[in-house]
């Protein structure tokens, strides 16, 4: 990175999927950028969604048509951006007596179909679940069902891989490095940073300041930059259910309830279906937060107003939860709270400017990235052009309809190697799969094994290239082999990364 008179262009604070598609955005565009995520990359909500890549059909009821348009729009430019972590899912939403009629689903799938930009994914079509082995899984009574399109994603990895694009580009990511104060001299920002682990401090200066932190960014204006009232984020918690898988289909199904929200019930981890969400205000602390006993009774209910077989606490694999850092539009309800995302720039080029963001999607952040750019430029003047659309993430470099072509081709290239490891690594890494694997042949080569096809060759890949320095950064975030590995493998992991780590310094 080389800066003007050691003062960066950009700073962003947040290394979430907001804060790295920003620094993608910006390096690409040849601003000299920084970012700091004071934890794991993705380790707030950008790890927690339902991780759909979505026009979000039920914002309709709520008139957000602009989002809704930007958000449809971004299935296929991201689906073509990184088809290895995105992909096509085909949803059935069922008639339920009732609730909302008929008529007005299919109207509301119609708009669905033809307000965004879709060239590849197939439209909505009317089901009779009697007939379709779709209906198998569900109950008796539920005879009509609508099948529409969206796209699934591996959210904390669209995040490391932007945030590995955005470094390949020139920016610096530091992880586990919090922003402690940020003040401004002389129109410059003058960033105070903390290591976490080493508590070792540091002082970088930029033109302009990216607040990007999620549920935290009231809590950056107030603790590292003195606004004291800054209250501009309604906490909204969500919650999901991993269960043991419910249905042997590859569609995903979106369940009215009867107070008027919907969940949905995903294949998931190729053994398990991910039931979520809920829709709670919340206060306090945005990490570390868990499921609550109501929250698990809720899902559980709905889901079982729907399939035939019950599904029970028994059925529970594993849980997880985070919070919407929303926009606080005053809405009344938790769910009615607004999902489009605010930007806000304070100062100019004079006195040094912030831009905090508010709200935004995993879906929108691309777009979300470039109105902050014109920000950005409005104030520092402009360098580049938007340039994101089109783009392909690390590993995303083939056709969006290629990706068993992909899978073959890594079994040929290894054919001792076994094929579900192929796919994995396939879905993980993309064209970078070879990067992982190296020169090992056999399974034997891989190094140490951790449980679930993890090997050392790939933990080592982790640690130098994504950012990975826990087991839960690997287990949870790199992969989602958490659901899979025992106790014992991950603390040998943990073990073995802190060697290597300690190894490395
Ligand atoms: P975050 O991911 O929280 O990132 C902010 C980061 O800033 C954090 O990692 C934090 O550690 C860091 N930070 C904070 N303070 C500091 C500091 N002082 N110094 C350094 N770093 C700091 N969107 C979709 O498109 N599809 C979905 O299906 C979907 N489902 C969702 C379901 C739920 C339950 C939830 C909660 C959200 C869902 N979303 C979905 C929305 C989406 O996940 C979020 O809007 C998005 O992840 C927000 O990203 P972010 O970068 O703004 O925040």
């Known amino acids: 990175m080389t800066t003007r008179d050691n003062v960066l262009d950009v700073f962003v604070v947040g290394g979430g999927v907001n804060g790295c598609g920003i620094a993608r955005d910006a390096v690409g565009r040849g601003y000299s950028v920084m970012l700091a995520e004071m934890g794991d990359l993705a380790s707030g909500t950008s790890s927690a969604a339902t991780k759909l890549v979505h026009g979000g059909l039920r914002y309709l009821e709520y008139y957000e048509f602009r989002l809704v348009r930007e958000a449809l729009a971004e299935r296929e430019v991201l689906w073509s951006m990184a088809p290895h972590i995105i992909w096509p899912l085909r949803f059935v939403l069922p008639h339920h007596k009732g609730l909302r009629p008929a008529w007005l689903l299919r109207l509301g799938l119609f708009i669905y179909d033809y307000i965004g930009t879709r060239k590849l994914l197939p439209p909505t079509k009317t089901l009779d679940l009697r007939a379709s082995p779709l209906g198998k899984p569900l109950k008796d009574g539920y005879a009509t069902a609508f099948e529409y399109s969206d796209c699934w994603v591996d959210d904390a990895r669209l995040v490391v891989l932007t945030a590995r694009d955005a470094a390949d580009k020139g920016a610096v990511i530091a992880t586990r490095t919090k922003v402690v104060s940020a003040t401004r001299e002389d129109g410059i920002w003058v960033i105070k940073l903390q290591n976490i682990d080493s508590k070792v401090r540091a002082t970088v200066r930029a033109r302009l300041l990216v607040n990007a932190a999620g549920p935290w960014v009231d809590s950056v204006l107030r603790e590292a930059m003195g606004q004291n009232d800054a209250h ?218 951790f449980g679930a096809d993890l090997s050392a060759r790939e933990v080592d890949y982790l640690i130098a290239e994504e950012w990975a320095r826990t087991a839960d950064d690997v287990l949870w975030r790199r992969t989602k082999l958490g659901l899979r590995v025992s106790a014992g493998d991950r603390a040998r992991l943990d073990t073995y990364i802190q060697n290597r780590l300690s190894k490395g310094r």
Request: charged share 30%.
């Open 232 to 449: 501009n984020v309604r906490l909204v918690k969500g919650s999901h259910l991993v269960v043991r898988k419910l249905y042997d289909h590859d569609r995903a199904y979106f369940f009215q309830n009867k107070d008027g929200r919907i969940i949905f019930a995903i294949p998931y981890e190729r053994d398990f279906t991910l039931i979520g969400t809920t829709d709670l205000d919340y206060s306090g602390d945005p990490r570390g937060i868990t499921i609550s006993e109501d929250e698990t009774t809720y899902l559980l209910a709905v889901a079982s107003e729907y399939f035939e077989r019950p599904v029970t606490a028994a059925d529970v694999a594993w849980s997880y939860a985070g919070v919407r850092p929303l926009y606080d539009d005053h809405a009344s309800k938790a769910q009615e709270a607004t999902r489009d995302y605010v930007l806000t720039v304070e100062g100019d080029r004079a006195s040094g400017a912030v831009v905090n963001v508010f709200g935004g999607k995993l879906t929108t952040h691309r777009r979300l990235s470039e109105s902050v750019l014109e920000k950005i430029e409005s104030v520092i003047g402009a360098k580049g052009k938007s340039w994101t659309a089109g783009s392909k993430l690390p590993g995303g470099e083939f056709d969006p309809r290629g990706f068993d072509a992909q899978v073959d081709a890594l079994n040929q290239r290894y054919p001792a190697l076994a094929d579900r490891l192929l796919r994995r690594l396939c879905r993980q890494y993309g064209t970078r799969a070879d990067k992982v694997l190296g020169t090992a042949k056999r399974m034997e080569e891989l190094g140490e094994m």
